[in-house]
């Protein structure tokens, strides 16, 4: 059995396979065939548990005592059609992933014997979730798991993949009871919006139709938890960046001496490499940290790393920033902490994480960039304090947050 990590993949064994999803409250589980532009034919290719069937492609509802699954027959699977994206949603109106951890299992859908597993990271205000996909590629049918949340339910997710949903009318005078109904358009579980809460501040770039927010619209602010993708012009960013880490003294006239990192994970959240004062350069190069700041006094960037991301090599995909005192000195001694993302060859600022809150802690990890399948990258803003004095204390905290 393999525990999987976003973007990570697997050759299916098996022409017929499960993908079941539990959690600590009921789901809805949905399957979406898709064409090569990533959109269905029609209503047609939307099934979920009013729609339990397709070419291929099948509903299994779990009864309550048993996760709900979507069964794919790839040997059923009709032409033109690339990939069946798995997605769940919270039964219960209103209700985010925040605080429930989904997992999905992959299974030999005769046998029931597990193929692999996945459990998406960090979520939130999501009210729905692309989990995993089945896809054609070369010929042959492969997993991936995605774990991408859409704050707008799974209304958000079946448009976005060129479902029509069924919008709530507004209130009207009753119709004549001669007068036909008009055929409305397939209904999708209704879903909340965006709670006010988690609604994105007014300074942030609107997001991309994918649901992601991107850099098309300039530099942007991240929040904690809040993820941007690494796209500009329709084009992944494959170039230099720099990840500058800065902090001031909480006390005037007391330095604090804290050591930025940048820890190197691989598609099973296997550690790597970890790049820091000690260690300036690791991937052949394409990790380089600009060396030890002892007082954090000054303006600017305390600590600097380059990535060249273009140059990362394959088996990395996951990076985890991360700042620690090796001195024991808490992160309430400190101010004005901060990560930001800048274009290497403009000096660009493309991304911006402030840390707004501290803890008593000696580690923080500060941001993460993960690869996806397309080969872009994607920043998410940490902010998540751990006791830890080295980066190798934060080795495996940093895994987790994966």
């Not at 029609?42 to 979920?48: E, P, V």
Request: proline content about 9%; overall charge negative; hydrophobic content about 40%.
């Amino acid at each position: 059995m393999t525990a999987m990590t976003p973007g990570s993949n697997l050759p299916l064994p098996t022409a017929r396979v499960a993908v079941d999803v539990a959690a600590p409250v009921r789901l809805d589980v949905s399957g979406l065939l898709l064409t090569a532009d990533g959109k269905v034919r029609s209503d047609d290719d939307f099934i979920f548990y009013n729609q339990p069937s397709g070419p291929g492609v099948t509903y299994r509802s779990g009864g309550g005592s048993a996760p709900d699954a979507i069964v794919v027959d790839t040997t059923a699977v009709p032409p033109g059609i690339e990939k069946i994206v798995v997605t769940a949603s919270p039964d219960a109106a209103g209700q985010t992933f925040q605080g429930i951890e989904p997992t999905a299992t992959l299974r030999d859908a005769d046998n029931g014997s597990v193929i692999a597993t996945f459990t998406p990271p960090q979520l939130g205000s999501e009210t729905a979730l692309v989990v995993m996909e089945v896809y054609l590629r070369g010929g042959a049918w492969k997993a991936r798991a995605v774990g991408q949340g859409y704050a707008n339910g799974l209304a958000g997710i079946a448009t976005d993949f060129g479902v029509s949903v069924e919008e709530e009318p507004p209130a009207a005078a009753p119709t004549p009871a001669a007068a036909p109904a008009p055929t409305a358009p397939m209904a999708v579980p209704p879903m909340p919006s965006v709670p006010p809460a988690q609604a994105p501040a007014p300074a942030a770039p609107a997001a991309a139709p994918s649901g992601k927010i991107n850099l098309d619209k300039g530099r942007v602010s991240l929040q904690k938890n809040q993820t941007v993708s690494l796209v500009k012009g329709g084009r992944p960013l494959l170039s230099q960046v720099k990840m500058g880490l800065g902090w001031e003294p909480a006390f005037r006239g007391k330095d604090i001496d804290l050591d930025a990192s940048v820890i190197a994970y691989g598609p099973q959240r296997n550690h790597l490499d970890s790049c820091y004062f000690g260690k300036l350069s690791i991937l052949n190069g394409a990790i380089k940290h600009s060396g030890d700041n002892l007082t954090g006094e000054g303006a600017g960037d305390d600590e600097v790393i380059v990535v060249d991301l273009g140059r990362i090599p394959a088996e990395a995909t996951g990076l985890v920033f991360t700042v620690n005192s090796f001195s024991g000195q808490k992160f309430t001694e400190v101010a004005k902490a901060y990560c930001r993302l800048i274009d290497a060859s403009t000096g660009e600022e493309l991304v911006r994480f402030d840390l707004t809150n501290a803890e008593p802690q000696t580690g923080v990890m500060m941001a993460k960039l993960i690869k996806q399948f397309s080969g872009e990258w994607e920043m998410t803003a940490l902010g998540n304090f751990v006791k830890a004095r080295t980066v190798r204390g934060m080795v495996k905290p940093s895994a987790e947050a994966l």
